[in-house]
């Protein structure tokens, strides 16, 4: 039974450290969300920046170059943030196939454990029962033995209340002086 306990504190002991690693997954996924929060900021930012050069673009066509300097960056910032929120995602996916295993493997785990506990109180009531079947039969053996004392100390009983009943008569008699 010390066996099990040990191992049910080293279930509950790992349960705690899944449950741990889970909460750190699920605060990275949460400063995720917070950095992609953050991305869309700059993304509206940029495109705020995007329009103020389209309109100088308009106004002036002096600083060209430096437009599409900014455009380019603006651009290659959008596919680095479409990149992050994909590694996301992925990442989310990977981090829900990850928690369903680790879920499946403490469900086998217990069955396991609880399937053991089930065979060793089935044993030791298999045992104790024929701990039981073995006393009874020793006690049936002893009452089987005493039956035929008992049988002789019914006679013998049977007899001395005979003999003390005629005894008795007899003295009945002498009392009365029929005899």
Known sequence: MDMFTDRLAEKLAAQEIITANSAADAEQIARLKNQI???DECLSRLRGLIEDGAAKLENSRAGEEDIERLVQESISKIREMQQDAA??????????E??????????ENVHRECVKVYRNVQA?????????NKVLEQLSVSVKKSD???KLI???????LVVSVAGVV???LQILHIF
Not at 124 to 132: A, F, G, H, M, P
Request: hydrophobic letters at 40%; zero cysteines.
């Open 154 to 160: 019914l006679g013998i009983s049977i007899a001395a």
């Open 98 to 107: 990850r928690i369903e295993r680790i879920n499946s493997i403490i469900d």
């Open 170 to 172: 007899l003295q009945t």
């Open 87 to 96: 590694q996301l995602e992925e990442f989310a996916a990977r981090l829900e």
């Open 124 to 132: 030791v009531v298999n045992e104790q029962s024929e701990k039981d």
């Open 148 to 150: 035929g004392k008992m």
């Open 37 to 39: 929060v953050e991305y």
